[in-house]
Structures are given as structure tokens and as C-alpha cells.
């Protein structure tokens, strides 16, 4: 199992961001799909969540109306698009799934600030 982020990046409160998170080793299609993050001496907390079938998300009252999670089963990828970022929203982002265990990505860093 293999999962890739990309994306993250430096940039300034109210700007955007996508990240993408590229899966392998797994019927991606088959499962549903999280982002969480990580900010500096925080717990790790949940962003989003999309199912695998329907593409039902689910948001943080954090994110929800600023950030969008979506998913592409034939690229096995998933996205956070983040619009409005603000400085708060500066963390590691992390996809992830479950199967018997919780696989995690290496992290992707975005940093919003002026």
C-alpha cells in the first residue's frame, strides 16, 4: 500500500491550494477516503471524508463551504481543493484509509501565511 501527497505548498491568506494524494497497492475504488492534518504541537485532526461508492463527503466544521474533497477512481487519486485558506489551516495534510489498519501518506506541509 502506497499513498502519495502532493500539493502543498507556500501561500498567502485567501489563496488556494490542491492537493492530490495518489494511491497504490489497493482496490481504491472499493474504499472510502480521508484527509486529516497536523499543525504544530497539535493532535492530528479530521478534514474531510468521501465514500467510495456514491461520493457522499463529509467536512470538519473547521473547512466545511472552504474546502471541497473529491476523487477520481480511474487516476486512484484523491483531492482537497482549499480555497480561503487562512493562517489556521497551516499544517501537515495527510490522506488516508482503513482496512483492519489505518494507512497514512507521508504528508504534505502547507503553510499560509502573508
Known amino acids: 500500500v502506497q499513498l502519495v501527497e502532493s500539493g502543498g505548498g507556500l501561500v498567502q491568506p485567501g489563496g488556494s491550494l490542491r492537493l492530490s494524494c495518489a494511491a497504490s497497492?489497493?482496490?481504491?475504488?472499493?474504499?472510502?477516503m480521508s484527509w486529516y492534518r497536523q499543525a504544530p504541537r497539535k493532535e492530528r485532526e479530521w478534514v474531510a471524508a468521501?465514500?467510495?461508492?456514491?461520493?457522499?463527503?463529509n467536512y470538519a466544521d473547521s473547512v466545511k463551504g472552504r474546502f471541497t474533497i473529491s476523487r477520481d477512481n480511474a487516476k486512484n487519486t484523491v483531492y482537497l481543493q482549499m480555497n480561503s485558506l487562512k493562517p489556521e489551516d497551516t499544517a501537515v495534510y495527510y490522506c488516508?484509509?482503513?482496512?483492519?489498519?489505518?494507512?497514512w501518506g507521508q504528508g504534505t506541509q502547507v503553510t499560509v501565511s502573508s
Open positions: 468521501i465514500t467510495s461508492a456514491n461520493g457522499n463527503t
Open positions: 488516508t484509509y482503513y482496512y483492519q489498519r489505518r494507512y
Open positions: 497497492g489497493f482496490t481504491f475504488s472499493n474504499y472510502p
